[in-house]
Every structure is written in structure tokens, then in C-alpha cells.
């Protein structure tokens, strides 16, 4: 029951003595503020009418976006909602690594099977099983994720195995089906095995359908690095692959993975890295966090042992969890630290992906962070529409593209299902709002390319429609409304559905246990167990509200912003101490006379009050990026062609580089750049051209420079980005030092970059020079010269003066009067008058300086509108 003693006690306190009208008036008080909590309570609530409309809502969006897939991209492996047709791959332009999750397998469609049963659209989920098993065909040349076909494609053939299987024992449908999407599945997992072939155990992170890793033909294999999700994100699927097919290899080779990722944990901290070397098991990126790149590593430790029930995997977790809770969480964030040096936060941005811890940690009962985080989350989609890929601990846009991702939605279900708050019920129905509102279009559901802008992206990527309609319509649908029990499943990463009864009846596969030594830690009352939210939190909406509370205004959004007070502090300072003043000032903390400090305020001596001016300064809305150019110089451009380029936060400052960096191009092989250069004698002395994604740009640089570059120039993977839509950004390192990157580094986006590419293809031989945009030639410049004057008489001009070029004004004898009328000012003024002449000339476009005997003084700008 909602507390409203705790409420009110701290400002309505009732003392004997008090007056009867004194009394009457608490009373009052106390029934009105009753009445408003019930007022608001019931606007939050929602009837059982509205959530049936918002639940037809839903599929009617489902069949939008499902609807235009099969009528426009089927078989195509998704839909490319702006253009209205399928993306084939090999047909569109190369994305870079977005285009390793498809391999010509429908992908949309598979990942689609049980969405369609849990929406309740049988009719239409047996057609798409017929459609799969007829035309689905994996003996592909083509080169895909191994994560992203493990999620989605293997995920999407046991989810719609089993609710296949399911519906054919019920004896209404499908009785047709004789286990055809298990046996493709049995297929795609031996496709996928030989990414495992590595000393460590660790996968490789592609594979070629047909022709595996090692065989020359492959066109993969030379991989050294994956993802710490990549690789720890394959025991759910594979693990239930082999509970269904009795085949031990899969799940032997997911395990063995999962142990060397706990096995090169840094023991200190209990931490991971993002990216390790498949080979000999070393950390190439040492940042931790709850984002990309380890996500699901450690969603798939505390689902594994709800799968499967092995203690083992619950064990892993609570040790992961109670770290990340000690150093990554910073209620409401989540910030990246380094795994040898948690205390550190590595950078000031989150990544969207984090989304989806607040459900992860509904799943082991831990709410109230979970609740301030997505509090936290619901504050920035209010601010811009969705959820920016990445956004500041200032909840600014850091990188302001939106996929359609489906983990805010997911969090939000699992909360509501924990806290019965309708709350969220509100939340969800935002989520469809605005779905509708700016990112419907006439053939599906567009991503968002920035959201400052709210321009679209031609992409439509298939967890769109295996996730975000899933958690969407469980969120507003009771049980009695599914056609199936959803509390027997267990949801992968990708939403599918796999039974949670696979442990008990499908015996784990001889041999195949994990061992590990035994490791102490703090227990809680959850560490070994799966908490039953209904038991633990009985529908009480109060309990998430007063924990919501706290971080309702975040972002400023729904109030007028004000500056925290300032906060003063005293500290014992000697007087005269001018070393320790300026200590603190170099902190940011500035020294305020006593004098200017209001009210009653005691006097000590030896005692400064300091102002913390961190808490009270206004950090600038948006960084200031210095817009830089590639200027294509050679012939038949000759500086005619100018693309607007974004800068790098590390590398060389083209600013500081008076004429710029000059060269030709060449495209770098790969052309991700992402590994050993194959064209590095071609590369040397030429400016690199390379496509973003696959990794990071320092990690590219890196290659780049090992291979000769003298500089590069990025191009963005996201087809129909350009300057003139999306903002100008600066791209920022691997959150390692960038110091040995000595190269001139610039970043274009996709329209600019396919002049530049169209002109190299051409004409073969393209010379580029990079600079600031305010340097570009052609552009007009104002002339600056330094002019010192001195008054002589006819003849009198000093030897020293004729040694370089001068300029001589003389005055008239009927102009005398200037020096008469302004005579005071010229004797007040006689030392700085009384100076040598001094001019810059140039020469071969150098700048001669003046001499060392000269008088300085600042410089006077004369251009062709400066006042005489």
C-alpha cells in the first residue's frame, strides 16, 4: 500500500496543543494530497479498451512493415524501405560489416517465423514455414557474421521450429511438418563450426557459408580479433541445437568459448574487455562496459543458466554482476571503465545497445537500478524522438543515428511485467507513438539517420520486426490473449523463443560440462536463484515510482532549467599562499573574496570560501567541430571539386599545417582496412581511401600508416549520409592512446565519398589536398600587414629602414593642421609614435618577418574592406 505517512510526515507534522481549526486543516490537506497521488495514479492507468486498441495498433504496424517486406524484398534479405525493394547483397553498394549479417537466406523472413505465432498470425506463420523450407538455401559464396547469422538466422529456425512442433501437437495445424527448419538449422550450425577452428577455441568472427574459413576460396580466415559478445554469444542456440538434433559438437564448441572468455577475465577486477584475440586469448581493446561489443556475453551467462541449469553459468554471472555493479554502474549510467583500472571511466558517452541491461537485471531482481537507468533512457527518448546510437553523460546526441533497436522496448516489458506499474504501459505507447509519427513511411518502417534532423536511412534490419513488435505487443497483451504460454520461454538476444523446459527434457549431452574452480564471493538473496518478480513485488506501482522520481527532470525535459546552488567548502589556506591558489584553480575551483558572499557568515582567519564553479558552469551544447575539405587539385577538377570532410580527435591537426597535406589516392585493400594492408607498395606516399565499419578508425589507421599512408580519408558505410543533413562530427579513438597515429586523418560522408570514388575510377591518378575548409585555394583570404609609423622630417629616413621594402607617407605642408589639431593626443602618445617603420612583404609565397631591432605590435588587419 502506497505510503502516505512517509509522503507528508516531513512537512505536515501534527503537535499536541494545536488548535482544532489547526487540526481540521491537516486533515484537508492530507485528503487533497490523497485525492492528486489518486488523480495521477489513474491517468496513468490504462483500461483494458485502450490497450486492446494499442495492441491492434501494433500488428497493424506488423503488417505494414511484414507486409511490405514480402511484397517488395522477398526473397531479398531485407527490405530498403525508401527505395521499396529488396537489398541483395552484392547489388547495393558494399555497407561494409551491416552487410555481413546477410548471406541471401531471407533473413527477414526466418527471423520473422515466431514473431508471427506470438502476434497470433498462424495463417501467415505456417505460409512463411512453407516459403522457408521451400526456398531457403544456405549452400551460399558468401562471407556473413558468425554472431549475427547465430542469432538471428540459427535463433529464427529453432524459434520457429518449436513453435512448428508446438502447433502440430495441438493437432489444429501443420501436420504437414516433419522438422524441416531443425534440419536446416542441423545445416547452418555445421556451416558455422568451422569458425571455431582456432588454437584458443574462440570463433573466427566471419565465415563463409560454402566454403568455411581455411580454404583458399573462403575470402576470410585472415581475421586476428572478435568481439567479446561475438564469441560469447553462441551457447543459448548451440546449446539447444544439440539438445534437439543430439549432436554434442555445438554445444561443446559454445562452451568451450565461454570458458576461455571467464578464464581471461582480469582477475582483479572481474572484468572483460570489448575485443580479444582470437589466437592466443590476449585483450586487444581493454574498455568494459554493459554496451557494444560485450552485451550479450553476459545476458547469455544468466540465460544459459536458466536454460540449461547449470550452475556454473549463474556462478559466472553473479561474479560479472557484482563488478560491473561496483564499477560500471553509476546510477542512472552506465559508463565504460578500463578492465585493468576500473575506477577510471574511459569516456564520457553511452552506446544505445546498453538499453538492455535493466531487463537483464529484472531477470536476477535487482530493480531499483533497473528502474533508474531506464528512467534514465525514457528521459533521452523524450528529449530526441528515440534513442540516439550513442548520447553524453550530458544526454547530448554523440552519435544521433537511430536502427530502429528494440532494447529500450524490451526493458521497458520486462519492467512492467516485475512492477505491474502502468508506468510503463504509458511508456510503450510512446514508443508506438513515435514509431509511427517519424519513422513510418509508405513501404515499411525507416531507420533514422540523425536524430537532430530526423532524416531517414534506406534500411529496414530484420530485428526490427523479430523484436520491437515481440515486446511491444507481450507488453499490452494479458496471458489468456497469447496463443502460447510466453512464461515456458526463455528469449534469446534476437527475441526468440526457446522452451525453458529444454534442461529436463533433453539430457545435457555426455562429457559436455563445464568445470571450473570454485570461486568465493558475496552473497545475496539472489544469488542462487531466479526470482519470481510477482512474489517479491505483488503489483506495487509506489515501489518504482519513488525510485523514478528521483531522475525525472535528467535531461531538463518537462522543466525550466536551474543551475544547482552553488556549494561552498572551507579549507585551511594560508594567506599568502599563491601556490596553493592557483593548485586550485587548476581543478576548476575558483576563490571568492569574502566580500562577495551574502549573509551572516563567521569569520576565521587563514580560511577562504571557494566556489566549486564545475557545478554551476553551463557545458556548451555542442562541441565545436572545424569543418575540414578534400580539394580534388588535378586535372580536370584543378580545385574545382571541394568535399566537406569532418576531423579526427586524434592524429594530425590540419589546422596547424599551413598548406595542408597533398597526395593521391588510392583505395585501401581491404578496403575496410581493418587487418595487413594487401596494397601497401601502391599505398606508400599516397593518401589512403578507406570504408568505415568492421572496426574502429584508429585500429584502420593504424594499418594504414604501418602500410605507408601519408594520410587518410575515411568514407561512411551508411548509404545516403552527407554533409548537408547530417551534422559534421569528430571521430574519436579506440579509448587506448592514439599518440604513435601521426597521420592527417578526415571522414566523409556516403554522398560526398562516392564523388570522390566515381572521380578515382575515372581517371585513375586523383591528387586530393586536405586542409581546413577556411584554407581551400581559391578561397579569398584577407591580406594582414603589420604597418609601424614614425614621423620624420623630408630626408630624414633612418639607413636601418632602407634595408627592406618600406612604405613612406608624407604629409603635405597644407595638411599640418592634422598634426596641430591632434597634438595632445601626439605628445601623449609620443613613445609609441616614435617608432621604426615595418612591413611584411611576401616573397615566393613566404612571409618575410620583421627585423629583430623593430618595435612589436599587434597586427592591423587591411583588406578590400578595412577603413583607411
Known amino acids: 500500500m502506497y505510503d502516505y505517512k512517509r509522503r507528508l510526515g516531513n512537512r505536515l507534522v501534527w503537535k499536541p496543543g494545536h488548535s482544532s481549526g489547526t487540526t481540521m486543516m491537516l486533515k484537508i490537506l492530507l485528503i487533497t494530497s490523497f485525492l492528486g497521488w489518486a488523480r495521477c495514479q489513474e491517468s496513468q492507468s490504462m483500461t483494458p479498451e485502450e490497450k486492446t486498441v494499442i495492441r491492434e495498433q501494433i500488428i497493424e504496424m506488423f503488417d505494414h512493415a511484414y507486409g511490405s517486406y514480402m511484397k517488395n524484398a522477398y526473397p531479398a534479405d531485407e527490405l530498403m524501405p525508401l527505395s521499396c525493394r529488396g537489398r541483395v547483397r552484392g547489388q547495393e553498394p558494399n555497407r561494409g560489416d551491416i552487410d555481413d549479417s546477410l548471406g541471401k537466406f531471407s533473413l527477414t523472413l526466418i527471423d520473422s517465423l515466431d514473431t508471427l505465432v506470438v502476434l497470433n498470425k498462424l495463417d501467415e506463420f505456417e505460409d512463411a514455414v512453407r516459403k522457408a523450407v521451400r526456398d531457403v538455401r544456405f549452400d551460399n559464396d558468401v562471407v556473413v557474421s558468425v554472431f549475427e547469422t547465430n542469432i538471428r538466422v540459427l535463433g529464427g529456425l529453432l524459434g520457429g521450429h518449436v513453435m512448428a512442433d508446438l502447433l502440430r501437437h495441438r493437432g489444429e495445424r501443420m501436420q504437414w511438418y516433419r522438422d524441416e527448419l531443425l534440419q536446416m538449422a542441423i545445416e547452418l550450425g555445421h556451416r558455422l563450426l568451422p569458425a571455431f577452428n582456432t588454437t584458443s577455441g574462440l570463433p573466427y568472427p566471419k565465415v563463409n557459408l560454402r566454403y568455411g574459413v581455411l580454404n583458399p576460396l573462403s575470402r576470410t580466415g585472415t581475421e586476428s580479433d572478435t568481439c567479446t559478445a561475438c564469441a560469447g554469444t553462441m551457447i543459448l542456440e548451440f546449446a539447444a541445437l544439440s539438445r534437439f538434433s543430439g549432436k554434442s559438437v555445438f554445444e561443446e564448441h559454445a562452451r568451450k568459448a565461454l570458458d576461455v572468455l571467464w578464464e581471461r577475465r582480469q582477475r582483479g577486477s572481474d572484468l572483460v574487455g570489448t575485443v580479444i584475440n582470437i589466437h592466443n ?194 507488453l499490452f497483451s494479458e496471458k489468456s490473449q497469447l496463443p502460447i504460454d510466453i512464461d515456458e520461454y526463455i528469449f534469446t538476444t534476437e527475441a526468440h523463443l526457446l522452451p525453458v523446459s529444454l534442461s529436463t527434457t533433453r539430457a545435457p549431452c555426455q562429457g559436455n560440462t563445464t568445470r571450473t574452480a570454485p570461486v568465493s564471493q558475496d552473497e545475496d538473496l539472489f544469488t542462487h536463484s531466479c526470482p ?147 596494397n601497401a607498395a601502391e599505398l606508400k606516399g599516397r593518401v589512403a581511401l578507406a570504408l568505415r565499419g568492421d572496426c574502429m578508425f584508429a585500429e584502420k589507421a593504424r594499418w594504414l600508416q604501418q602500410a605507408g599512408a601519408i594520410g587518410v580519408i575515411f568514407v561512411d558505410h551508411r548509404e545516403g549520409s552527407n554533409c548537408e543533413e547530417t551534422p559534421l562530427f569528430q571521430m574519436v579513438g579506440d579509448g587506448d592512446s592514439t599518440e604513435d597515429i601521426t597521420l592527417p586523418l578526415v571522414f566523409l560522408f556516403s554522398r560526398e565519398g562516392a564523388v570522390l570514388t566515381a572521380a578515382l575510377e575515372e581517371h585513375l591518378n586523383v591528387d586530393v589536398l586536405l586542409l581546413p575548409k577556411e584554407r581551400q585555394l581559391g578561397h579569398e583570404k584577407p591580406v594582414s600587414m603589420n604597418i609601424k609609423f614614425r614621423l620624420t622630417e623630408e630626408g630624414e629616413l633612418e639607413p636601418e629602414a632602407s634595408r627592406g621594402p618600406t612604405l613612406e607617407f608624407v604629409l603635405e605642408n597644407e595638411e599640418v593642421f592634422l598634426k596641430e589639431e591632434r597634438e595632445g593626443e601626439v605628445n601623449g602618445k609620443q613613445e609609441s609614435q616614435q617608432q621604426q617603420v615595418c612591413t611584411q612583404a611576401a616573397e615566393n609565397d613566404r612571409t618575410e618577418p620583421c627585423s629583430a631591432d623593430s618595435y612589436k605590435t599587434p597586427k592591423s588587419n587591411i583588406g578590400p574592406d578595412a577603413s583607411p
Not at 299 to 309: H, N, R, S, V
Not at 564 to 588: A, C, N, Q, T, Y
Request: proline share 7%; charged share 20%; hydrophobic share 40%.
Open 281 to 474: 586469448g590476449e585483450w586487444v581493446r581493454r574498455e568494459s562496459g554493459v554496451g557494444a561489443g560485450i552485451d550479450s556475453y553476459y545476458e547469455y551467462l544468466m540465460k544459459a543458466y536458466i536454460l540449461l541449469g547449470d550452475n556454473v553459468f549463474l556462478e559466472r554471472f553473479n561474479i560479472h554482476y557484482s563488478a560491473i555493479m561496483k564499477y560500471i554502474s553509476q546510477p542512472p549510467l552506465l559508463l565504460n571503465v578500463h578492465m585493468h583500472n576500473p575506477t577510471v571511466s574511459v569516456r564520457s558517452w553511452m552506446d544505445s545497445l546498453l538499453a538492455f541491461f535493466p531487463g537483464l537485471q529484472v531477470l536476477r531482481g535487482d530493480l531499483k537500478p533497473a528502474i533508474e537507468t531506464h528512467e534514465m533512457l525514457y528521459q533521452v527518448t523524450k528529449q530526441h524522438k528515440f534513442l540516439p546510437e550513442a548520447f553524453t553523460t550530458e544526454f547530448r546526441v554523440h552519435w544521433g543515428q537511430h536502427l530502429l533497436r528494440p532494447e529500450f522496448a524490451e526493458s521497458t516489458y520486462y519492467l512492467y511485467k516485475a512492477t505491474g506499474d502502468p508506468y510503463y504501459l504509458r511508456v510503450g505507447q510512446s514508443i508506438v507513438e513515435k514509431l509511427n509519427a517519424y519513422a513510418r513511411v509508405p513501404c515499411g518502417f525507416a531507420a533514422v539517420q540523425d536524430v537532430r534532423t530526423g532524416m531517414h536511412e534506406d534500411r529496414m534490419d530484420s530485428f526490427f520486426l523479430a523484436e520491437m513488435f515481440k515486446y511491444l505487443y507481450l
Open 532 to 678: 519470481s518478480a510477482e512474489t517479491l513485488f505483488p503489483n506495487n506501482p509506489s515501489f518504482a515510482k519513488t525510485i523514478r522520481d528521483g531522475h525525472k527532470y535528467l535531461t531538463g525535459v518537462g522543466r525550466a532549467f536551474h543551475p544547482l546552488p552553488v556549494r561552498e567548502i572551507e579549507l585551511p589556506l594560508h594567506d599568502s599562499g599563491l601556490e596553493p591558489v592557483e593548485f586550485l584553480k587548476s581543478m576548476g575551483i575558483s576563490l571568492t573574496p569574502l566580500t562577495e558572499i551574502s549573509g551572516n557568515q563567521k569569520e576565521h582567519k587563514a580560511v577562504y570560501r571557494v566556489r566549486l564553479v564545475a557545478e554551476v558552469s553551463q557545458t556548451p551544447e555542442e562541441q565545436v567541430v572545424v569543418p575540414l575539405v578534400v580539394q580534388l587539385i588535378s586535372p580536370p577538377f584543378l580545385g574545382r571539386t571541394v568535399l566537406t570532410a569532418g576531423p579526427a580527435k586524434f592524429g594530425m591537426d590540419l589546422t596547424k599545417q599551413e598548406h595542408g597535406v597533398k597526395g593521391s589516392i588510392v583505395k585501401a585493400s581491404p578496403y575496410t582496412a581493418c587487418g595487413p594492408v594487401d
